[in-house]
C-alpha cells in the first residue's frame, strides 16, 4: 500500500518533521552524545525551540525567539557530524513529505550547514 506524502503546511508537520528528525539523532551514539555535552537544556526544551524555529521559518510563524547560530557557535569544528546532521534531516523530510516547503526546508538546513561550515572554511 503506497501511502502519500503531503507538503509541510502546518504547525502537526514540523511536529512530525522535528520528532522524526530528533529520533534519528538519538539513534546515532556520537551526535546523541554531542547534543548532550553541549547543551545544558532537556531535550524537550530543545526540541521545542526548534518546532518554533521550523515553524517560523516555514509557515511564517514567528513563534520562535532566539539566535541559533550565536547557540550554535561553539559547536566543534566536526564537519562529518554537520553532515551526519544534514542527511539524517533530509532523510526525514523525505520519509515524511514532498512539495515546494519541503524543498525549502531541505534547501534551508543545507544553507545552516554552510553558515555553521563558514569558520571552519575560513581557517
Known amino acids: 500500500m503506497k501511502t502519500t506524502k503531503n507538503d509541510i503546511a502546518t ?14 539523532i538519538r539513534s546515532q551514539p556520537y551526535l546523541c552524545a554531542l547534543f548532550e555535552h ?8 530543545h526540541l521545542f525551540q526548534m518546532k518554533n524555529f521550523w515553524d517560523s521559518v516555514l509557515l511564517k510563524s514567528a513563534t520562535y525567539t532566539g539566535h541559533p ?17 544534514i542527511h539524517l534531516f533530509q ?15 531541505q534547501t534551508l538546513a ?13 581557517k
Do not use: C, M
Not at 11 to 24: C, G, H, R, S
Not at 38 to 45: A, F
Not at 69 to 85: G, S, Y
Open 11 to 24: 504547525p502537526t508537520d514540523i511536529n512530525i518533521l522535528v520528532e522524526a528528525f530528533y529520533e534519528k
Open 38 to 45: 553541549l547543551s545544558p537544556r532537556d531535550w524537550n526544551q
Open 69 to 85: 547560530l550565536i547557540l550554535h557557535a561553539f559547536l566543534p569544528d566536526e564537519r562529518a557530524q554537520v553532515k551526519q546532521w
Open 91 to 105: 532523510e526525514a523530510v523525505e520519509e515524511h513529505f514532498t512539495g515546494p516547503t519541503a524543498a525549502t526546508a
Open 110 to 122: 543545507n544553507k545552516i550547514r554552510r553558515v555553521f561550515a563558514y569558520p571552519s572554511t575560513a
